[in-house]
């Protein structure tokens, strides 16, 4: 970073997380691991944040101690937003009235071991339909955040075509299967939040109009989902009570090695016992689809 820009730099946010596909870190503290996101700003109106140095050009922060362990939590990823001043389209000192833009957002990944890092898979949302909504500069939690921009620089995958497949799961650095801050209570946990916000505003008609694809595979490296204050629910049918009340299911979810709303080790232990896939193989085009 160049010193003539810092005194531009409304916010430099980051938030650091452990493993990318189950994140073992709460927005608050999580009850398994005890660790709550790293959440630091680098830069806030236009000064180094306390605990931050600027050496050979480069903003140089040590994170605490992070709950690194096998697997997919041999990775630790870090979502950071960028909010520069300006006025028009020139960059300017930041001032207490100063006029902000949000910048593209940026995704990293390191690990403990040095390995290769294991990615969130980012093949089921068509991140073109977000935009086609929100458009390719929404400034997602701009104000309470940077405002982070998704774009080609948070992804790290690439479609047949050779280009960047952007997606969204960045977003769990945050939204994690512990909640956000409300531990649980507003669904705050990726797999379910989406589908929450998008169905109370009446947006969802479906799955077609943001899914690709449905990834079945990937609730086999999942735990339980915090779905109410302090409760957690098995996550195949966590992510399928976010749209539909558990009743209207049917069957008798717990009939089905489901814990709906229970202990937060009891729903963790059963999180690969749900039999929901023994007769249900939803796809994109009938998410009711069920083997014959």
Same mark, same amino acid.
Not at 124 to 135: I, P, Y
């Given at each position: 970073m160049q010193q003539a820009l810092q005194d531009k730099i409304k916010r430099l946010e980051t938030i650091t997380n452990v493993g990318p596909n189950f994140p073992i870190m709460g927005y608050n503290k999580s009850p398994g691991s005890g660790a709550a996101k790293v959440a630091k700003d *680098? !830069?806030?109106? %236009?000064? *180094?944040? =306390?605990?931050?140095? *600027? /050496?050979?050009?480069?903003? !140089?922060?040590?994170? @605490?101690a992070l709950p690194f362990g096998a697997g997919d939590t041999d990775t630790a990823f870090t979502f950071i937003g960028l909010e520069m001043c300006n006025t028009g389209t020139t960059l300017t000192a930041c001032t207490t009235d100063s006029a902000t833009t949000s910048m593209k957002a940026e995704l990293v990944f390191g690990t403990k071991s040095g390995n290769a890092p294991s990615m969130r898979h980012?093949?089921?949302? #068509?991140?073109?339909?977000?935009?086609?909504?929100?458009?390719?500069?929404?400034?997602? $939690?701009k104000g309470h955040h940077s405002g982070f921009v998704m774009?080609?620089?948070?992804? $790290?995958?690439?479609?047949?075509? #050779?280009?960047p497949i952007v997606g969204v799961d960045a977003c769990v650095a945050c939204h994690t299967p512990d909640g956000t801050y409300a531990s649980g209570a507003n669904k705050g946990g990726f797999e379910m939040k989406l589908?929450?916000?998008?169905g109370e505003q009446g947006v969802i008609k479906e799955c077609t109009q943001c899914h690709n694809d449905f990834n079945l595979d990937a609730f086999k490296v999942k735990g339980a989902l915090?779905?109410?204050? %302090?409760?957690?629910?098995?996550?195949?049918? /966590?992510?399928?009570?976010?749209?539909?009340? @558990? =009743?209207?299911? %049917?069957?008798? *979810?717990? #009939?089905? %090695?489901?814990?709906?709303?229970?202990?937060? !080790?009891?729903?963790?232990?059963?999180a690969q016992s749900e039999t929901c896939f023994y007769c249900h193989t939803p796809t994109v085009a009938d998410h009711t689809q069920v083997k014959m």
């Open positions: *680098l !830069v806030k109106d %236009g000064a *180094l944040q =306390e605990g931050v140095t *600027l /050496a050979d050009g480069k903003l !140089v922060f040590t994170t @605490p980012v093949n089921s949302v #068509n991140f073109s339909t977000c935009q086609g909504c929100h458009s390719g500069t929404f400034e997602l $939690h774009t080609e620089q948070v992804s $790290h995958a690439k479609d047949a075509n #050779n280009n589908h929450v916000v998008h915090a779905t109410s204050a %302090g409760k957690y629910t098995t996550p195949i049918t /966590a992510t399928c009570t976010s749209c539909h009340a @558990p =009743e209207s299911i %049917g069957h008798g *979810l717990e #009939n089905m %090695g489901a814990i709906v709303n229970g202990d937060y !080790v009891q729903a963790n232990q059963a």
